[in-house]
């Protein structure tokens, strides 16, 4: 319940184009986006994330990836990366 | 299938075109199904050609019918079957191939009926004589002996031998390396079947992280089983496998490694050695495992605290003094006086607004000392609520705690104690529901994580705000000595307690409007004493006046006063004052509980706030409802300042942590910071509520130079000091 409000309220800030939770096989789980858009980025950001995760661990193994943030011109996108999920949200923090 | 105008077969073909030789099966289906057309023909050709090294290279590429009916497909199809009869093919390609030629037949066949219709018809038939084509030029390199050349060659022939035998040696060759140009390379598409890794784990980079894990789990198996298992072991984990063992370090599983040894896993149950080597199919978690997880509630936390960030960024990097991104400054105009700290920053930045507008807003701006409204804390749960009492976090400067409860007696509803995080200003991180409303709160510095929360009936509770749960640790409402009336104000105090037995440590003080200041410990649940009993003093106006009768004096129905507020000396704790509801401050010692080392009288009405100076230690204010604000000397029994700016109550008084002439009030409509440097008559700044909310509170931020005001709707606005 919590997790839902907290969910609620992401969504509900201002500039929040959508949020996506993806599970570790890189299938959206839950998403406030479209089809098309959902599918997009979880297969482009999976494999930035993948290979984010696995630069910072070669440089050194007990190191690990907490957060990954892409600034771009018009949004951001944010993700919380874990063993079992990747939480994504894309933000247009100007709007 | 598609036919062109004339009945052409122009049938895309794919370019790739499946091995006959592996997946003749196929094949054989196709030509079985007696559908023996031209496509399938024209495949069939250019996929076997395709296999031949190059001897029948022409006739890649898409046929049209013209070009069979020539002796030249009889050719490649005998080439074909003499190919395959050179390499180690079994007879079923040879069924195909004969059975292909079984089919160019038929097509050879299927041309015939045409002919014959067409014999009757009179063709004309054009007979030319095309240019020579020469195909191949083979220069001789015999000459006979008898042509007009020979002797020139002669002579050429032996120059030349003569030129190799004495290149050997010669300075005058001299030995040179060589380099072959590369090609323009041709681009050739190509298309392929999709490869099907078998199992993903297998095909991948041998990365350092991927080594440091398999060795950790190899090291962690090793450490519990046998060693002679051990390495096969680690061997039959994927990598991804030993990674997710890694990440349940504390939890205890069977290891079910394909030995299936189940004698191992007593030994197992060990919480400090991660081994589960469990197959990655059981690691997927589902989608509600993961969305309930804490984990993910973690992340969202933190996710939602960089939202925050963004959205606020350059209000909360000029709270934190931090150069604001200009990425976020959007365009907008600016219409009220708050918001044009933007032509302060940023001077070229020009708004679509009249020239005198904003020559009139820089210039101001640059002058006066203002209030920047930076942001507020507000969520719809403390709507409508009035807040009573903030308080800083002492560790953690960026936690504010909130106490939201009514002051007047009519209008109790339940109260709630919030602790904000200045990294989300929009929902808070811990919020703890009583049912009266708080009036005062504190925190405690030698335990930074214990809120002491005082309500409007009398109980003081105090609750840990590290631990997510609503309710209060402790709860004063089963105390013997609890207070009757609403707790005015709560502090922590850290005293020597030397006297009394105990260490050095820290007290929890309270006073509230039954008149007592009570100190607080902890043994065995809460339990007080009191340090002092506020006693009512008579009213000294009532003086025997020249020709009046002599007046009886009154009859208290209590004999104590009730307190409104207490401030310690900064410097010695034992010192503290108390204002009363009757106007009076008194000057009491912890050492003493009967009596008042000093009272002050001046103010008409309650004692609203009382605050000592921070740098000047004999200093102190007091403010009440009587709308006056008096600057006191300790030793000095009459103020020697007095403030009148409005005709409201002053509810609140603080003095400025950074500067030594710098205080806040809040009265009930607006906030007004003086500044005793620059005038004693009135204040420098004032800022006006917005309708229909009253201020309430003032705190200022100990670190930068902002001031947080909080008002009767459950807002917390913080606004930052400009030019002061």
Redesign the interface.
């Known amino acids: 319940a919590e997790v839902e409000e907290t969910l609620k309220r992401i969504q509900s800030q201002k500039g929040v184009q959508g949020i996506i939770v993806v599970n570790a096989e890189g299938i959206p789980i839950k998403t406030t986006m479209d089809n098309a858009t959902t599918v997009q980025y979880t297969g482009l950001i999976h494999q930035l994330v993948l290979k984010a995760r696995s630069t910072v661990r070669d440089i050194d193994p007990q190191n690990d990836l907490t957060f990954l943030r892409v600034r771009s011109k018009k949004n951001e996108i944010m993700v919380a990366p874990d063993k079992e999920y990747f939480l994504i949200v894309i933000q247009n923090p100007t709007e | 299938q598609i036919f062109d105008d004339s009945g052409k077969d122009v049938t895309p073909q794919p370019l790739f075109h499946l091995d006959p030789n592996t997946i003749h099966p196929k094949q054989s289906k196709l030509f079985s199904s007696q559908d023996a057309t031209v496509a399938h023909g024209s495949e069939m050709l250019s996929s076997i050609s395709i296999q031949q090294t190059g001897a029948t290279a022409s006739f890649v590429g898409p046929f049209t019918r013209s070009t069979f009916g020539s002796s030249s497909i009889s050719k490649s199809s005998q080439s074909t079957l003499e190919s395959m009869t050179e390499e180690t093919e079994e007879s079923i390609v040879r069924r195909d191939v004969s059975i292909s030629l079984s089919d160019y037949q038929v097509r050879r066949e299927v041309r015939e009926p045409l002919t014959e219709e067409s014999l009757n018809k009179i063709v004309a038939i054009y007979l030319t004589e095309t240019e020579t084509m020469e195909l191949l030029d083979m220069p001789a390199v015999m000459v006979s002996v008898e042509t007009e050349e020979a002797q020139s060659i002669r002579e050429k022939n032996e120059a030349y031998m003569m030129l190799c035998k004495n290149r050997a040696g010669n300075d005058q060759y001299v030995e040179r390396m060589m380099q072959t140009f590369d090609e323009a390379p041709k681009n050739k598409e190509v298309q392929c079947e999709k490869i099907n890794i078998a199992d993903a784990d297998i095909a991948v980079m041998a ?3 991927d ?3 398999t060795f950790n789990s190899e090291e962690t198996i090793a450490l519990s089983t046998k060693a002679a298992v051990g390495g096969p072991v680690s061997q039959s984990q994927s990598k991804s496998s030993s ?2 063992s890694l ?1 349940r370090g504390q939890e205890t599983g069977m290891s079910k490694n394909s030995f299936g040894k189940d004698s191992y896993s007593s030994t197992i149950i060990d919480v400090d050695n991660a081994i589960v080597a469990q197959i990655p199919e059981e ?3 589902s ?1 509600e495992e ?4 804490e ?3 973690q ?6 605290r ?3 960030q ?2 606020f ?1 350059p209000r909360q990097a000029s709270y934190r003094q931090l150069p604001v991104l200009t ?2 400054i ?1 365009p907008v105009q600016p219409k009220m006086f708050c918001t044009n700290y933007y032509h302060n920053k940023y001077p070229d930045y020009k708004p679509e607004v009249s020239e005198n507008e904003e020559f009139k807003a820089v210039s101001v701006k640059t002058k006066t000392p203002s209030l920047d409204r930076l942001w507020s804390f507000t969520c719809e749960l403390t709507k409508g609520h009035n807040v009573s009492s903030m308080a800083w976090n002492k560790k953690n400067l960026d936690i504010l705690a909130v106490g939201y409860g009514q002051f007047d007696f009519k209008e109790q509803k339940g109260g709630l104690a919030c602790c904000w995080s200045l990294k989300n200003p ?2 808070p991180e811990r919020i703890f529901h009583f049912e009266s409303g708080v009036t005062a709160l504190d925190f405690s510095e030698a335990s930074p994580s214990l809120l002491a929360v005082g309500l409007y009936d009398g109980t003081v509770a105090i609750c840990n705000v590290q631990s997510n749960q609503d309710t209060p640790v402790l709860d004063s409402s089963d105390c013997n000595n609890k207070h009757i009336g609403p707790v005015w104000e709560l502090k922590w105090i850290e005293q020597d307690r030397g006297t009394t037995g105990d260490d050095k440590g820290e007290v929890l003080i309270s006073i509230s409007a039954d008149g007592r200041v009570t100190k607080w410990h902890i043994r065995k649940g809460l339990d007080s004493s009191d340090l002092m009993k506020l006693k009512r003093t008579g009213n000294e106006k009532i003086r025997k006046l020249p020709g009046d009768k002599e007046k009886k004096s009154e009859a208290f129905i209590s004999r104590q006063a009730p307190g409104m507020c207490f401030d310690f000396h900064p410097k010695d704790t034992n010192i503290y004052l108390a204002g009363t509801e009757e106007g009076q401050i008194h000057k009491c010692s912890c050492s003493y509980n009967e009596q008042f080392l000093d009272t002050y009288k001046a103010h008409k009405g309650p004692v609203y706030k009382i605050a000592w100076s921070p740098f000047a230690h004999d200093v102190f204010l007091s403010c009440s409802a009587d709308w006056s604000i008096f600057l006191w000397r300790q030793d000095l029994s009459k103020p020697v300042l007095s403030f009148y700016s409005t005709t409201k109550a002053v509810h609140s008084i603080r003095w400025s942590p950074k500067s030594a002439t710098l205080f806040g009030t809040v009265n009930e409509g607006r906030v007004e910071i003086w500044d005793l440097s620059v005038s004693i008559l009135d204040p420098i700044v004032v800022s006006s509520a917005g309708p229909g909310a009253k201020l309430t509170t003032l705190l200022f931020a100990q670190t930068t130079d902002c001031v947080l005001i909080g008002d009767s709707d459950g807002q917390v606005s913080v606004y930052e000091l400009e030019n002061i």
């Open positions: 990365t350092t992280w080594m440091y894990d990674q997710m990440s690691e997927q978690k989608a993961i969305l309930k997880s984990k993910f509630q992340d969202l936390f933190v996710m939602e960089i939202l925050m963004n959205v960024q990425v976020y959007r929009v929902w």
